[in-house]
Protein backbone atom coordinates (compact mmCIF):
# COMPACT_ATOMS: atom_id res chain seq x y z
CA UNK A 1 0.00 0.00 0.00
CA UNK A 2 1.17 3.25 -0.79
CA UNK A 3 -0.10 7.07 -0.97
CA UNK A 4 -0.81 8.78 -4.30
CA UNK A 5 -1.34 11.99 -4.58
CA UNK A 6 -3.88 13.20 -7.02
CA UNK A 7 -2.98 16.62 -8.96
CA UNK A 8 -5.39 18.73 -11.36
CA UNK A 9 -4.17 17.85 -14.65
CA UNK A 10 -3.56 19.91 -17.82
CA UNK A 11 -6.02 22.85 -17.76
CA UNK A 12 -4.50 25.41 -20.57
CA UNK A 13 -3.00 28.71 -19.27
CA UNK A 14 -5.90 28.80 -16.57
CA UNK A 15 -3.87 29.38 -12.90
CA UNK A 16 -7.44 30.09 -10.93
CA UNK A 17 -10.37 27.51 -11.93
CA UNK A 18 -12.62 27.25 -9.38
CA UNK A 19 -13.92 24.45 -7.68
CA UNK A 20 -17.42 23.76 -7.92
CA UNK A 21 -18.31 20.50 -6.37
CA UNK A 22 -16.40 17.77 -4.65
CA UNK A 23 -17.38 14.32 -5.48
CA UNK A 24 -16.07 12.12 -2.33
CA UNK A 25 -15.28 12.31 0.85
CA UNK A 26 -12.46 10.92 3.00
CA UNK A 27 -12.92 7.30 3.92
CA UNK A 28 -14.74 7.09 0.20
CA UNK A 29 -13.47 4.30 -1.83
CA UNK A 30 -13.01 4.70 -5.43
CA UNK A 31 -11.83 3.56 -8.73
CA UNK A 32 -9.34 4.86 -11.11
CA UNK A 33 -11.29 7.46 -13.13
CA UNK A 34 -13.73 8.17 -10.78
CA UNK A 35 -14.30 11.97 -10.02
CA UNK A 36 -12.75 13.34 -7.86
CA UNK A 37 -13.96 17.21 -7.97
CA UNK A 38 -15.76 19.35 -10.28
CA UNK A 39 -13.73 22.48 -12.09
CA UNK A 40 -15.32 25.01 -13.89
CA UNK A 41 -13.93 27.92 -16.05
CA UNK A 42 -15.83 30.05 -18.32
CA UNK A 43 -16.42 27.83 -21.48
CA UNK A 44 -16.15 24.16 -19.55
CA UNK A 45 -16.88 22.08 -16.86
CA UNK A 46 -14.64 19.29 -15.67
CA UNK A 47 -14.02 16.38 -13.58
CA UNK A 48 -10.81 15.77 -12.00
CA UNK A 49 -10.53 12.12 -12.19
CA UNK A 50 -8.64 9.31 -9.69
CA UNK A 51 -5.41 8.23 -11.27
CA UNK A 52 -5.29 5.18 -8.51
CA UNK A 53 -7.63 2.80 -6.96
CA UNK A 54 -8.09 3.35 -3.21
CA UNK A 55 -9.67 4.77 -0.43
CA UNK A 56 -9.50 8.60 0.37
CA UNK A 57 -7.54 9.47 2.92
CA UNK A 58 -7.18 12.94 2.64
CA UNK A 59 -9.19 15.67 0.49
CA UNK A 60 -6.74 18.89 0.31
CA UNK A 61 -9.34 21.55 -1.36
CA UNK A 62 -12.95 22.16 -1.06
CA UNK A 63 -15.63 24.17 -2.77
CA UNK A 64 -15.13 27.47 -3.58
CA UNK A 65 -10.62 27.01 -3.95
CA UNK A 66 -9.33 28.02 -7.09
CA UNK A 67 -6.75 25.80 -8.45
CA UNK A 68 -4.33 25.13 -11.22
CA UNK A 69 -2.30 22.52 -12.67
CA UNK A 70 0.08 20.52 -10.74
CA UNK A 71 -2.26 21.60 -7.24
CA UNK A 72 -2.97 18.83 -5.05
CA UNK A 73 -6.31 17.71 -4.69
CA UNK A 74 -6.79 14.38 -2.95
CA UNK A 75 -4.36 11.90 -1.08
CA UNK A 76 -5.27 7.96 -1.98
CA UNK A 77 -3.87 5.01 -0.63
CA UNK A 78 -3.22 2.70 -3.30
CA UNK A 79 -4.57 -0.72 -3.14
CA UNK A 80 -1.94 -1.93 -6.04
CA UNK A 81 0.77 0.35 -5.95
CA UNK A 82 3.91 -0.69 -6.90
CA UNK A 83 6.88 1.73 -6.34
CA UNK A 84 7.13 5.40 -5.47
CA UNK A 85 6.83 6.00 -9.08
CA UNK A 86 2.67 6.86 -8.93
CA UNK A 87 3.05 10.60 -8.30
CA UNK A 88 4.73 11.20 -11.99
CA UNK A 89 1.87 8.78 -13.56
CA UNK A 90 -0.93 10.08 -11.81
CA UNK A 91 0.30 13.70 -13.50
CA UNK A 92 1.09 11.82 -17.54
CA UNK A 93 -2.42 9.95 -16.74
CA UNK A 94 -3.87 13.56 -15.61
CA UNK A 95 -2.48 15.31 -19.07
CA UNK A 96 -3.79 12.61 -20.95
CA UNK A 97 -6.98 12.98 -18.99
CA UNK A 98 -6.95 16.87 -19.86
CA UNK A 99 -6.23 16.05 -23.70
CA UNK A 100 -9.13 13.37 -23.52
CA UNK A 101 -12.29 16.36 -21.86
CA UNK A 102 -10.70 18.65 -19.65
CA UNK A 103 -8.82 21.52 -22.99
CA UNK A 104 -11.47 24.13 -22.67
CA UNK A 105 -12.37 25.46 -25.99
CA UNK A 106 -10.37 28.99 -26.01
CA UNK A 107 -7.09 27.53 -26.44
CA UNK A 108 -8.13 24.72 -28.48
CA UNK A 109 -10.14 27.51 -30.29
CA UNK A 110 -5.93 28.58 -30.85
CA UNK A 111 -4.44 25.74 -31.58
CA UNK A 112 -6.84 24.25 -34.20
CA UNK A 113 -5.78 25.15 -37.76
CA UNK A 114 -9.11 25.63 -38.82
CA UNK A 115 -9.73 27.88 -36.03
CA UNK A 116 -7.09 29.79 -37.25
CA UNK A 117 -8.49 30.11 -40.68
CA UNK A 118 -11.39 31.41 -39.32
CA UNK A 119 -9.44 34.18 -37.60
CA UNK A 120 -7.50 35.11 -40.89
CA UNK A 121 -10.86 34.86 -42.48
CA UNK A 122 -12.02 37.65 -39.82
CA UNK A 123 -9.57 39.74 -40.83
CA UNK A 124 -10.31 39.51 -44.60
CA UNK A 125 -13.29 40.26 -43.65
CA UNK A 126 -12.55 43.58 -42.24
CA UNK A 127 -13.11 44.93 -45.36
CA UNK A 128 -16.71 44.34 -45.15
CA UNK A 129 -17.26 41.46 -47.09
CA UNK A 130 -19.27 38.46 -46.09
CA UNK A 131 -18.15 35.07 -46.04
CA UNK A 132 -19.34 31.59 -44.83
CA UNK A 133 -16.91 30.11 -42.59
CA UNK A 134 -17.28 26.40 -40.88
CA UNK A 135 -17.02 26.18 -37.88
CA UNK A 136 -15.61 22.29 -36.50
CA UNK A 137 -15.28 20.95 -33.32
CA UNK A 138 -12.27 21.64 -31.99
CA UNK A 139 -9.61 18.89 -30.45
CA UNK A 140 -11.46 17.25 -27.36
CA UNK A 141 -8.98 14.57 -27.02
CA UNK A 142 -8.89 10.96 -28.04
CA UNK A 143 -12.84 10.72 -27.91
CA UNK A 144 -14.63 10.21 -31.45
CA UNK A 145 -18.34 9.90 -30.54
CA UNK A 146 -19.12 13.02 -28.02
CA UNK A 147 -22.43 13.60 -27.82
CA UNK A 148 -24.57 17.03 -28.33
CA UNK A 149 -26.35 17.63 -25.27
CA UNK A 150 -27.89 20.79 -26.27
CA UNK A 151 -28.22 23.34 -28.95
CA UNK A 152 -27.69 26.53 -28.31
CA UNK A 153 -28.35 28.41 -31.42
CA UNK A 154 -30.86 28.26 -34.02
CA UNK A 155 -30.39 29.22 -38.34
CA UNK A 156 -30.73 32.74 -38.23
CA UNK A 157 -29.73 33.86 -34.98
CA UNK A 158 -26.80 36.25 -34.72
CA UNK A 159 -23.20 35.06 -32.62
CA UNK A 160 -20.47 36.38 -31.28
CA UNK A 161 -16.90 35.42 -31.50
CA UNK A 162 -16.87 33.04 -28.59
CA UNK A 163 -20.20 32.39 -28.35
CA UNK A 164 -21.48 28.65 -27.44
CA UNK A 165 -22.92 27.04 -30.22
CA UNK A 166 -23.81 23.57 -28.95
CA UNK A 167 -22.98 21.42 -25.67
CA UNK A 168 -21.08 18.29 -25.67
CA UNK A 169 -20.62 16.07 -22.88
CA UNK A 170 -18.58 13.17 -22.46
CA UNK A 171 -18.04 10.82 -19.25
CA UNK A 172 -15.37 13.72 -17.88
CA UNK A 173 -16.55 17.11 -18.96
CA UNK A 174 -18.86 19.48 -20.20
CA UNK A 175 -18.09 21.78 -23.10
CA UNK A 176 -19.50 24.10 -25.46
CA UNK A 177 -17.95 24.47 -29.22
CA UNK A 178 -17.47 28.43 -29.33
CA UNK A 179 -18.24 29.68 -32.93
CA UNK A 180 -15.13 31.14 -34.27
CA UNK A 181 -16.74 34.25 -35.99
CA UNK A 182 -19.11 36.71 -35.47
CA UNK A 183 -22.27 36.64 -38.03
CA UNK A 184 -25.33 34.87 -38.65
CA UNK A 185 -25.94 31.20 -38.59
CA UNK A 186 -26.59 29.70 -42.01
CA UNK A 187 -27.19 26.50 -41.33
CA UNK A 188 -26.60 23.63 -38.49
CA UNK A 189 -24.84 20.83 -39.35
CA UNK A 190 -25.99 19.07 -36.00
CA UNK A 191 -28.58 18.13 -33.54
CA UNK A 192 -29.42 17.21 -29.84
CA UNK A 193 -28.24 13.62 -29.71
CA UNK A 194 -26.05 13.03 -32.30
CA UNK A 195 -21.98 11.96 -31.71
CA UNK A 196 -19.48 14.52 -33.07
CA UNK A 197 -15.49 13.96 -33.24
CA UNK A 198 -12.34 16.69 -33.63
CA UNK A 199 -13.26 18.38 -36.92
CA UNK A 200 -16.91 17.62 -37.26
CA UNK A 201 -18.87 20.29 -38.94
CA UNK A 202 -21.07 22.36 -36.67
CA UNK A 203 -22.36 24.81 -38.45
CA UNK A 204 -21.90 27.58 -41.11
CA UNK A 205 -21.94 31.07 -40.23
CA UNK A 206 -21.92 34.09 -41.94
CA UNK A 207 -19.18 36.45 -41.01
CA UNK A 208 -20.13 40.46 -40.83
CA UNK A 209 -17.62 43.79 -40.21
CA UNK A 210 -17.52 42.98 -36.62
CA UNK A 211 -15.30 39.65 -36.65
CA UNK A 212 -12.02 42.04 -37.55
CA UNK A 213 -11.69 44.10 -34.06
CA UNK A 214 -11.74 40.99 -32.12
CA UNK A 215 -7.89 40.07 -33.33
CA UNK A 216 -7.18 42.97 -30.35
CA UNK A 217 -6.38 39.57 -29.23
CA UNK A 218 -3.22 39.10 -31.08
CA UNK A 219 -1.42 41.54 -28.84
CA UNK A 220 1.22 38.94 -28.09
CA UNK A 221 1.16 35.79 -30.55
CA UNK A 222 -0.66 32.68 -31.68
CA UNK A 223 -1.34 31.28 -28.13
CA UNK A 224 -1.88 34.65 -26.10
CA UNK A 225 -4.48 35.01 -28.85
CA UNK A 226 -7.37 32.73 -27.25
CA UNK A 227 -6.04 33.41 -23.73
CA UNK A 228 -7.19 37.65 -23.05
CA UNK A 229 -10.79 36.61 -23.58
CA UNK A 230 -10.51 34.20 -20.85
CA UNK A 231 -7.79 34.72 -18.65
CA UNK A 232 -9.48 38.73 -18.24
CA UNK A 233 -11.33 39.57 -14.73
CA UNK A 234 -14.49 37.89 -14.20
CA UNK A 235 -16.33 40.75 -15.94
CA UNK A 236 -15.42 40.14 -18.90
CA UNK A 237 -16.16 36.34 -17.93
CA UNK A 238 -19.75 37.77 -17.26
CA UNK A 239 -20.19 39.30 -20.72
CA UNK A 240 -19.05 36.84 -22.64
CA UNK A 241 -21.60 34.69 -21.29
CA UNK A 242 -24.10 37.36 -21.13
CA UNK A 243 -24.71 36.23 -25.36
CA UNK A 244 -25.55 32.70 -24.00
CA UNK A 245 -28.97 33.49 -23.29
CA UNK A 246 -29.71 35.27 -27.16
CA UNK A 247 -29.62 31.35 -28.59
CA UNK A 248 -33.29 31.17 -26.87
CA UNK A 249 -34.77 31.12 -30.74
CA UNK A 250 -33.25 27.72 -30.25
CA UNK A 251 -35.38 26.40 -27.27
CA UNK A 252 -38.89 25.72 -29.16
CA UNK A 253 -36.84 22.82 -31.08
CA UNK A 254 -36.91 21.37 -27.29
CA UNK A 255 -39.00 23.42 -25.16
CA UNK A 256 -40.60 20.36 -23.04
CA UNK A 257 -37.01 20.00 -21.66
CA UNK A 258 -34.94 23.03 -21.57
CA UNK A 259 -35.54 26.06 -19.51
CA UNK A 260 -34.50 29.87 -21.48
CA UNK A 261 -30.93 29.62 -19.67
CA UNK A 262 -28.84 25.93 -19.90
CA UNK A 263 -28.88 24.10 -16.67
CA UNK A 264 -24.99 23.94 -14.99
CA UNK A 265 -24.22 21.11 -13.77
CA UNK A 266 -20.87 18.69 -13.57
CA UNK A 267 -20.69 15.73 -15.63
CA UNK A 268 -21.26 13.19 -12.67
CA UNK A 269 -24.50 14.80 -11.79
CA UNK A 270 -25.95 15.19 -15.20
CA UNK A 271 -25.40 11.26 -15.26
CA UNK A 272 -26.67 11.06 -11.74
CA UNK A 273 -30.50 12.81 -13.65
CA UNK A 274 -30.19 10.64 -16.11
CA UNK A 275 -29.99 7.56 -14.19
CA UNK A 276 -33.28 9.07 -11.99
CA UNK A 277 -34.95 10.58 -15.82
CA UNK A 278 -34.88 13.78 -14.36
CA UNK A 279 -34.57 16.87 -16.90
CA UNK A 280 -31.86 19.39 -15.24
CA UNK A 281 -34.38 22.34 -16.79
CA UNK A 282 -36.44 21.76 -13.98
CA UNK A 283 -34.00 21.59 -11.35
CA UNK A 284 -32.84 24.66 -9.00
CA UNK A 285 -29.59 25.22 -8.67
CA UNK A 286 -27.84 25.58 -5.42
CA UNK A 287 -24.41 25.55 -6.20
CA UNK A 288 -21.90 28.49 -6.32
CA UNK A 289 -23.54 30.20 -9.75
CA UNK A 290 -26.53 28.59 -9.92
CA UNK A 291 -24.58 24.99 -10.56
CA UNK A 292 -27.38 21.94 -9.75
CA UNK A 293 -25.62 19.72 -7.25
CA UNK A 294 -26.30 15.91 -6.84
CA UNK A 295 -28.73 17.20 -3.21
CA UNK A 296 -30.66 19.58 -5.78
CA UNK A 297 -31.72 16.28 -8.06
CA UNK A 298 -32.32 14.23 -5.08
CA UNK A 299 -34.68 17.54 -3.71
CA UNK A 300 -36.59 18.27 -6.59
CA UNK A 301 -37.41 14.27 -7.17
CA UNK A 302 -38.83 14.52 -3.67
CA UNK A 303 -40.73 17.75 -4.14
CA UNK A 304 -42.21 16.53 -6.96
CA UNK A 305 -43.57 13.26 -5.68
CA UNK A 306 -44.54 15.56 -2.31
CA UNK A 307 -46.72 18.66 -3.85
CA UNK A 308 -50.08 17.82 -4.43
CA UNK A 309 -52.15 18.17 -7.63
CA UNK A 310 -52.39 22.42 -7.04
CA UNK A 311 -48.56 22.28 -6.08
CA UNK A 312 -45.84 23.33 -7.98
CA UNK A 313 -44.65 20.46 -8.92
CA UNK A 314 -48.16 18.71 -10.17
CA UNK A 315 -48.02 20.06 -13.98
CA UNK A 316 -44.50 18.67 -14.09
CA UNK A 317 -45.27 15.63 -13.37
CA UNK A 318 -48.83 15.63 -14.96
CA UNK A 319 -47.17 16.72 -18.65
CA UNK A 320 -44.82 13.51 -17.72
CA UNK A 321 -41.37 15.44 -16.91
CA UNK A 322 -38.58 13.11 -15.65
CA UNK A 323 -40.70 10.27 -16.38
CA UNK A 324 -39.92 7.78 -19.66
CA UNK A 325 -42.69 8.10 -22.12
CA UNK A 326 -44.96 5.20 -23.43
CA UNK A 327 -43.00 3.26 -26.52
CA UNK A 328 -44.49 3.39 -29.59
CA UNK A 329 -45.64 -0.10 -30.68
CA UNK A 330 -47.36 -1.27 -34.04
CA UNK A 331 -49.04 -3.83 -33.37
CA UNK A 332 -50.76 -4.95 -36.13
CA UNK A 333 -47.56 -6.87 -37.43
CA UNK A 334 -48.54 -9.52 -34.57
CA UNK A 335 -51.94 -9.70 -36.15
CA UNK A 336 -55.23 -8.15 -36.83
CA UNK A 337 -55.96 -5.30 -34.33
CA UNK A 338 -58.97 -2.47 -33.62
CA UNK A 339 -58.85 0.85 -32.33
CA UNK A 340 -61.35 2.30 -29.82
CA UNK A 341 -60.96 5.68 -28.47
CA UNK A 342 -61.10 6.17 -24.71
CA UNK A 343 -64.98 7.85 -23.48
CA UNK A 344 -64.47 11.24 -22.20
CA UNK A 345 -65.30 10.09 -19.01
CA UNK A 346 -62.47 7.49 -18.91
CA UNK A 347 -59.60 10.21 -20.76
CA UNK A 348 -60.45 12.48 -17.47
CA UNK A 349 -60.45 9.70 -14.72
CA UNK A 350 -57.17 8.34 -15.82
CA UNK A 351 -55.26 11.35 -15.84
CA UNK A 352 -56.76 11.80 -12.34
CA UNK A 353 -55.65 8.69 -11.73
CA UNK A 354 -52.34 8.63 -12.69
CA UNK A 355 -51.81 12.28 -11.25
CA UNK A 356 -52.77 10.56 -7.73
CA UNK A 357 -50.75 7.95 -8.00
CA UNK A 358 -47.36 9.82 -9.09
CA UNK A 359 -48.13 12.29 -6.24
CA UNK A 360 -49.51 10.50 -3.23
CA UNK A 361 -46.81 7.86 -1.72
CA UNK A 362 -49.52 5.06 -0.88
CA UNK A 363 -50.08 2.49 1.42
CA UNK A 364 -52.85 0.07 2.08
CA UNK A 365 -54.00 -1.24 5.28
CA UNK A 366 -56.14 -4.45 5.00
CA UNK A 367 -58.26 -5.87 7.67
CA UNK A 368 -61.69 -8.19 8.22
CA UNK A 369 -64.95 -7.30 9.60
CA UNK A 370 -67.27 -9.62 10.93
CA UNK A 371 -70.64 -8.30 9.18
CA UNK A 372 -72.49 -11.91 10.46
CA UNK A 373 -75.15 -9.63 12.48
CA UNK A 374 -74.41 -6.52 10.14
CA UNK A 375 -75.57 -9.06 7.33
CA UNK A 376 -78.58 -10.74 8.99
CA UNK A 377 -79.78 -7.35 9.78
CA UNK A 378 -79.83 -6.37 6.59
CA UNK A 379 -81.60 -8.82 5.20
CA UNK A 380 -84.25 -8.37 7.77
CA UNK A 381 -85.21 -4.82 6.93
CA UNK A 382 -84.46 -4.75 2.94
CA UNK A 383 -87.85 -5.31 1.62
CA UNK A 384 -89.59 -2.61 4.48
CA UNK A 385 -88.47 0.13 2.66
CA UNK A 386 -88.97 1.98 -0.62
CA UNK A 387 -85.25 2.20 -0.98
CA UNK A 388 -83.16 -0.92 -1.76
CA UNK A 389 -80.68 -1.31 1.34
CA UNK A 390 -77.31 -2.67 0.07
CA UNK A 391 -74.27 -3.07 2.65
CA UNK A 392 -72.96 0.58 1.11
CA UNK A 393 -75.37 3.12 3.09
CA UNK A 394 -74.27 0.99 6.27
CA UNK A 395 -70.47 1.05 5.39
CA UNK A 396 -70.84 4.86 4.39
CA UNK A 397 -72.48 5.58 7.86
CA UNK A 398 -70.19 3.85 9.58
CA UNK A 399 -67.17 5.57 8.06
CA UNK A 400 -68.44 8.98 8.55
CA UNK A 401 -69.02 7.67 12.26
CA UNK A 402 -65.21 6.41 12.31
CA UNK A 403 -64.09 9.80 10.55
CA UNK A 404 -65.76 11.65 13.67
CA UNK A 405 -63.21 9.94 15.90
CA UNK A 406 -60.08 10.30 13.61
CA UNK A 407 -60.92 13.54 12.40
CA UNK A 408 -57.49 13.36 10.25
CA UNK A 409 -59.06 11.24 7.59
CA UNK A 410 -61.03 13.70 6.56
CA UNK A 411 -58.07 16.34 5.85
CA UNK A 412 -56.12 17.59 3.37
CA UNK A 413 -52.50 18.56 2.43
CA UNK A 414 -52.47 22.27 1.51
CA UNK A 415 -50.22 22.98 -1.85
CA UNK A 416 -46.67 23.86 0.28
CA UNK A 417 -47.11 20.93 1.78
CA UNK A 418 -46.85 22.29 5.44
CA UNK A 419 -50.67 22.39 6.73
CA UNK A 420 -53.46 19.79 6.84
CA UNK A 421 -57.04 21.71 6.06
CA UNK A 422 -59.65 20.09 8.98
CA UNK A 423 -62.44 19.25 7.28
CA UNK A 424 -65.72 20.05 9.25
CA UNK A 425 -68.66 18.71 6.98
CA UNK A 426 -69.28 14.69 6.26
CA UNK A 427 -69.69 14.38 2.14
CA UNK A 428 -68.54 10.70 1.38
CA UNK A 429 -67.95 9.75 -2.03
CA UNK A 430 -68.21 6.43 -3.64
CA UNK A 431 -67.29 4.63 -6.52
CA UNK A 432 -70.13 3.83 -9.40
CA UNK A 433 -69.19 2.29 -12.61
CA UNK A 434 -71.07 3.33 -15.83
CA UNK A 435 -70.83 1.61 -19.40
CA UNK A 436 -68.40 5.00 -20.00
CA UNK A 437 -65.88 4.53 -16.58
CA UNK A 438 -65.82 5.11 -13.70
CA UNK A 439 -67.41 8.27 -11.74
CA UNK A 440 -67.57 9.15 -7.81
CA UNK A 441 -70.80 10.55 -6.81
CA UNK A 442 -70.87 12.52 -3.74
CA UNK A 443 -73.45 11.65 -0.54
CA UNK A 444 -73.36 15.32 1.38
CA UNK A 445 -74.22 15.36 4.60
CA UNK A 446 -74.32 11.97 5.41
CA UNK A 447 -73.79 12.68 9.47
CA UNK A 448 -76.99 14.63 9.21
CA UNK A 449 -78.64 11.59 7.34
CA UNK A 450 -80.09 8.28 8.27
CA UNK A 451 -79.27 4.79 6.59
CA UNK A 452 -82.74 4.60 4.70
CA UNK A 453 -82.59 8.16 3.24
CA UNK A 454 -78.46 7.53 1.91
CA UNK A 455 -79.77 4.19 0.43
CA UNK A 456 -82.63 6.69 -1.44
CA UNK A 457 -79.39 9.07 -2.37
CA UNK A 458 -77.25 6.40 -3.52
CA UNK A 459 -79.35 4.25 -5.77
CA UNK A 460 -80.66 7.96 -7.20
CA UNK A 461 -76.87 9.40 -7.81
CA UNK A 462 -76.10 6.00 -9.18
CA UNK A 463 -78.65 6.04 -11.68
CA UNK A 464 -77.86 9.49 -12.62
CA UNK A 465 -74.42 8.19 -13.16
CA UNK A 466 -75.48 5.47 -15.35
CA UNK A 467 -77.45 7.58 -17.23
CA UNK A 468 -74.19 10.41 -17.85
CA UNK A 469 -76.68 12.82 -15.71
CA UNK A 470 -74.36 13.52 -12.86
CA UNK A 471 -73.74 16.84 -12.83
CA UNK A 472 -70.06 19.09 -11.62
CA UNK A 473 -72.00 19.18 -8.13
CA UNK A 474 -72.89 15.99 -7.48
CA UNK A 475 -69.13 14.88 -7.52
CA UNK A 476 -67.64 17.46 -5.40
CA UNK A 477 -66.65 17.94 -2.19
CA UNK A 478 -65.88 14.28 -1.06
CA UNK A 479 -63.77 14.28 2.42
CA UNK A 480 -63.15 10.50 1.70
CA UNK A 481 -64.41 8.05 -0.62
CA UNK A 482 -65.59 4.38 -1.13
CA UNK A 483 -64.70 1.96 -3.54
CA UNK A 484 -67.24 -1.41 -3.25
CA UNK A 485 -66.46 -3.92 -5.46
CA UNK A 486 -68.43 -6.60 -3.37
CA UNK A 487 -71.28 -6.74 -5.84
CA UNK A 488 -68.56 -8.46 -8.85
CA UNK A 489 -66.02 -10.68 -6.09
CA UNK A 490 -62.37 -10.31 -5.38
CA UNK A 491 -61.03 -10.88 -1.80
CA UNK A 492 -58.69 -7.59 -1.99
CA UNK A 493 -57.28 -4.66 -3.47
CA UNK A 494 -55.63 -1.77 -3.24
CA UNK A 495 -57.74 1.47 -4.30
CA UNK A 496 -55.81 4.42 -5.60
CA UNK A 497 -56.22 7.44 -3.28
CA UNK A 498 -59.13 10.18 -4.79
CA UNK A 499 -56.68 13.18 -4.07
CA UNK A 500 -57.00 15.87 -2.79
CA UNK A 501 -58.49 13.59 -0.21
CA UNK A 502 -56.27 11.39 2.02
CA UNK A 503 -57.58 8.25 1.96
CA UNK A 504 -60.50 5.99 0.48
CA UNK A 505 -61.78 2.09 1.68
CA UNK A 506 -61.85 -0.70 -0.69
CA UNK A 507 -64.72 -2.79 0.08
CA UNK A 508 -64.54 -6.46 -1.78
CA UNK A 509 -66.77 -9.43 -1.35
CA UNK A 510 -68.00 -10.61 1.93
CA UNK A 511 -67.65 -14.64 2.43
CA UNK A 512 -69.24 -16.80 5.21
CA UNK A 513 -65.85 -18.62 6.63
CA UNK A 514 -65.15 -21.11 9.64
CA UNK A 515 -64.17 -18.73 12.82
CA UNK A 516 -62.40 -20.03 15.95
CA UNK A 517 -65.11 -18.84 19.15
CA UNK A 518 -62.44 -20.23 21.80
CA UNK A 519 -64.15 -23.93 21.37
CA UNK A 520 -65.31 -24.32 18.33
CA UNK A 521 -65.54 -23.25 14.64
CA UNK A 522 -68.39 -21.10 13.52
CA UNK A 523 -69.39 -20.09 10.17
CA UNK A 524 -69.00 -16.04 10.35
CA UNK A 525 -70.09 -13.34 7.60
CA UNK A 526 -66.57 -12.01 6.76
CA UNK A 527 -66.32 -8.61 4.76
CA UNK A 528 -62.83 -7.60 3.56
CA UNK A 529 -61.94 -4.12 3.88
CA UNK A 530 -58.80 -2.13 2.22
CA UNK A 531 -57.97 0.86 3.38
CA UNK A 532 -55.09 2.76 1.38
CA UNK A 533 -54.15 6.61 2.55
CA UNK A 534 -51.41 8.92 1.93
CA UNK A 535 -48.80 8.23 3.58
CA UNK A 536 -47.59 11.78 3.77
CA UNK A 537 -50.55 12.66 6.11
CA UNK A 538 -51.32 9.34 7.76
CA UNK A 539 -49.13 7.20 9.27
CA UNK A 540 -49.02 3.41 9.54
CA UNK A 541 -50.39 3.26 13.41
CA UNK A 542 -53.23 5.69 12.65
CA UNK A 543 -54.45 3.94 9.83
CA UNK A 544 -54.43 0.26 11.64
CA UNK A 545 -57.05 1.86 14.61
CA UNK A 546 -59.10 3.57 11.29
CA UNK A 547 -59.54 0.28 9.88
CA UNK A 548 -59.58 -1.66 13.12
CA UNK A 549 -61.77 0.73 14.61
CA UNK A 550 -64.38 0.84 11.44
CA UNK A 551 -64.46 -3.01 12.12
CA UNK A 552 -65.86 -3.05 15.07
CA UNK A 553 -68.58 -0.95 14.51
CA UNK A 554 -69.54 -3.16 11.42
CA UNK A 555 -69.46 -5.98 13.73
CA UNK A 556 -71.65 -4.08 16.61
CA UNK A 557 -73.66 -2.08 14.36
CA UNK A 558 -75.22 -0.44 17.83
CA UNK A 559 -72.02 1.27 18.21
CA UNK A 560 -72.92 4.05 15.36
CA UNK A 561 -75.40 5.50 17.32
CA UNK A 562 -73.76 5.96 20.36
Not at 163 to 192: C, F, H, I, N, R
Request: glycine share 8%; proline share 7%.
Amino acid sequence: MSTITVKVPDIGDFDAVEIIEVLVAEGDTVAVEDGLVSLESDKATMDVPSTAAGKITKLLVKVGDKVAQGDAVAEIEAEDAGDDAPDEPAEDSASAEADDATKTTDEQAAADEPEATAEEAADDDADGEPEEIQVTVPDIGDFDAVEIIEVLVAEGDSVEVEQGLVTLESDKATMDVPSTVAGTVVSLAVKTGDSVAQGDLVATVRTTGKTAPKPEKPAGDDKPAAKPAESKPPEKTESSAKPAPKPEPAKPADDTTRSKVPAHASPAVRKFARELGVSLAGVHGSGPKGRILKEDVQQHVKQVMQQGPSGGGASTVAAGSGLPAQPAVDFSKFGEIETIELARIRKLSSKHLHKSWLLIPHVTQFNDADVTDLEAFRQAEKDKHAAKLTMLPFLIKAVCHAIDKHPEFASSLTPDGESLVMKKYRHIGFAADTPNGLVVPVVKDVDRKGIVQIAAETAELAKKARDGKLGPGDMQGAVFSISSLGGIGGTAFTPIVNSPEVAILGVSRNEVKPVWNGSEFVPRTILPLSLSYDHRVIDGAAAARFVVYLSDLLSDYRRVVL
